[in-house]
């Protein structure tokens, strides 16, 4: 849930800070339902290396350090693989990727 | 492949190292010698029992680090180092090295590739847990499932051996896990249960790498054991192999641990799932299956039996009788007649609420309203977890005490399995087909080292950890319990009382496997320090975030003064 917008009004014009509009809504059933495929996908390919609910020694990156703003250096990181981690273009989807991402930010240090 | 340029310099002067063979006499004596460490398990029987007694409960504070050595990697260091004629080989899942035992130095060092696909398929931890030696050969598993062996003097490529179809990583193998060499027969299990695939051990000619027999873990359609599974479901069934067994010279029996049926969601496989999760005595020549003996039929939890069946003879009823006896992931220790895998004792060694005990005639679990509610999609509460009360680590065996040192694991869960997934040969069949939350009693004690009693299953003492260790114990003839924490400590305990007698931080978690051995007159206790492996990996202990990764390879010995 994320009601966290901040408005900057003057002279008759309100905006909406970009990272708040990045900001993920979790709140609707379709959402919560995304995350839970998300998290079905993460628990079948990621947690191996990235731990349960996403907590880890510290061997590899901490998920849940991604900010709204980091979503095409996930989604590049996870297609072609980065340092130990493998490709995974040929193996999840799009769909899987975006669920997971879904997932991901709904644990995330920084909504 | 590449070789260190060091590697040459030093071939000279070890060239009268690798004359010095190490024939199959010489691993069936490999328990009571001191100065060599020749088998995973400290010696065939897997007791991981030292005579040496020269660091005792008197002078254990005077233990320092002699040296130490990195591996430059930042996965788990798992690996059991064998020790000959002075030097030390130890393996991480992609190097294989060679050190002076008594200086540290490196001799050689072997890098090993492998495609980056591979670890899709490595469930649990992207390790190494050692190698095995015969006739001046380092033999060892890769982890896209081939055998190589180097010449142990130089690290240079004798044979490499890919195990045959269909076990490839596409299909869900891989191999983590150390080979056991019995009569010039290299045995090998896989891992690979949470990708679908149908388990085996095999075995290979250690001389030439010749595949020279393979035994399913799960039936093909129409075999014996096939009508224990629902529909097709035996075509991905699991039963993985990935810890390595042991061996008696005796009887000429290998004891193999298999492991869980996959999915690990139980609903679309109904019946006893056989032969997971057991069991079994192999005849190391031929292959042959002698016996088996399943511990949990119809597993929902990942309970795997790969705990390597330690080989001892023990009292029972006032008569002696070899055994075999499992620390197994359910909770349950058990105590099997070495020769026929007859019953002898299973009892509860921790808190286990999914079975009552374990009937003595048909050698089956009372199950209760958790495994039964588990099978029909309920939310229970169980207990062990997914990770056990043991996992893969390695339990001790005293002949002196008539104990088992065993690093146990004290966390429970929520678990539903809903609506359960088709599977095929390499797709995931694991944590994602069920639903689960950590629950603990209290989450700063996550484990315990505990003096157990085989026949049953009571503790002597317990020592609480704040996370589980993942560590292997070892146990000396000075009543002494080596053993390593997540954290790093690097520990010795009295073996009568728990209390921790000596502590050293090194620079890393430790889910390495201590040994001991002698030079010249010196005990010197080596293991391997890095983090990694299924528990720190996977587990979301909170109390292990962020820690120093790196493996590293340490030898102590005490202070002279």
């Not at chain 2, 020790?83 to 050689?108: E, M, P, R």
């Not at chain 2, 002898?344 to 309203?369: C, Q």
């Not at chain 2, 939310?379 to 002949?399: A, E």
């Not at chain 2, 889910?511 to 293991?527: A, L």
Request: charged letters at 20%; a neutral charge.
């Amino acid at each position: 849930m994320h009601h966290l917008i901040t408005f900057a009004c003057g002279a008759g014009i309100c905006l909406a800070s970009a990272s708040a509009l990045l900001a993920q809504d979790n709140s609707s059933p379709e959402a919560q339902a995304k995350i839970e495929a998300g998290e079905s996908v993460y628990n079948n390919n990621c947690e191996n290396c990235h731990g349960d609910q996403l907590v880890n020694t510290g061997q590899t990156f901490d998920l849940r350090r991604l900010t709204a703003g980091d979503r095409a250096r996930f989604d590049n990181s996870v297609r072609n693989g980065k340092n130990q981690m493998p490709p995974w273009k040929d193996v999840l989807s799009n769909e899987e990727i975006d669920q997971v991402w879904s997932y991901i930010r709904s644990k995330a240090y920084q909504k | 492949m590449k070789r260190s340029a060091f590697a040459g310099a030093m071939i000279l002067a070890l060239s009268g190292v690798s004359s010095l063979a190490q024939t199959s006499q010489d691993l069936k004596a490999a328990g009571g010698t001191t100065g060599d460490v020749l088998v995973y398990g400290m010696g065939y029987s897997g007791q991981r029992f030292s005579p040496l007694t020269q660091i005792n409960k008197e002078n254990v504070s005077r233990l320092v680090p002699v040296w130490a050595y990195s591996l430059a990697d930042l996965q788990g260091g798992e690996g059991f180092p064998l020790v000959k004629d002075g030097v030390i080989y130890v393996t991480t899942h992609n190097a294989t090295v060679a050190v002076d035992a008594l200086s540290g130095k490196q001799i050689w060092r072997v890098i090993h590739e492998y495609p980056p696909e591979t670890l899709r398929v490595v469930c649990c931890g992207i390790v190494n847990r050692g190698a095995a030696i015969y006739e001046g050969m380092i033999i060892r598993a890769l982890m896209d499932d081939r055998l190589v062996a180097l010449d142990s003097a130089t690290g240079k490529e004798i044979w490499t051996a890919k195990s045959p179809d269909p076990v490839t990583h596409a299909n869900g193998y891989a191999m983590t896990g150390a080979p056991l060499i019995v009569d010039g027969v290299v045995i090998i299990g896989v891992a690979g249960a949470e990708y679908s695939h149908r388990g085996l051990v095999e075995g290979y000619d250690a001389k030439t790498g010749k595949h020279l027999w393979r035994l399913y873990t799960i039936p093909a359609e129409g075999e014996p054991g096939s009508e224990t599974w629902e529909g097709d479901s035996h075509q991905t069934g699991g039963g993985s192999s990935w810890v390595t067994g042991t061996y008696d010279a005796e009887l000429d029996l290998v004891y193999w641990g298999i492991g869980n049926p996959a999915p690990w969601n139980p609903r679309a496989r109904k019946g006893d799932n056989l032969f997971t999760n057991s069991i079994f005595a192999i005849r190391p020549k031929t292959g042959e299956r002698v016996w088996y003996y399943q511990a949990t039929p119809q597993d929902p939890f990942d309970y795997d039996a790969v705990q390597t069946p330690v080989i001892a003879t023990i009292n029972v009823d006032g008569n002696p009788r070899k055994i075999v006896m499992q620390a197994n992931r359910s909770g349950f220790l058990y105590v099997l007649d070495a020769k026929d895998g007859r019953l002898i004792a299973a009892n509860a060694y921790g808190k286990v609420n999914w079975a009552d005990g374990v009937d003595r005639e048909t050698g089956r679990p009372l199950t209760t309203d958790v495994f039964k509610g588990a099978l029909e999609g309920r939310t229970v509460t169980v207990w062990p977890s997914v990770s056990g009360v043991t996992n893969w680590q390695h339990m001790s065996f005293s002949p002196q005490t008539g104990m088992l040192y065993i690093n146990t694991i004290h966390v429970g869960m929520t678990y539903q399995a809903p609506e359960p997934p088709k599977l095929a040969p390499g797709k995931p069949s694991g944590a994602g087909t069920v639903k689960r939350t950590t629950v603990t009693e209290d989450p700063n004690v996550r484990g315990f080292l505990k003096a157990v009693d085989p026949l049953t299953g009571k503790s002597k003492w317990e020592t609480p950890y704040r996370s589980p260790n993942f560590s292997s114990t070892m146990v000396t003839a000075s009543n002494l319990v080596f053993t390593g924490v997540m954290t790093g400590e690097f520990q010795a305990l009295d073996a009568d009382t728990g209390k921790i007698l000596w502590s050293f931080q090194t620079p890393s978690g430790i889910v390495g496997q201590p040994i001991t051995w002698e030079r010249n007159g010196k005990q010197y206790v080596t293991v391997m320090s890095g983090i990694g492996g299924v528990y720190a990996q996977r587990a979301g202990d909170p109390n292990l975030e962020n820690l120093p990764t790196g493996v590293s390879l340490w030898t102590f010995a005490l202070f002279d003064k």
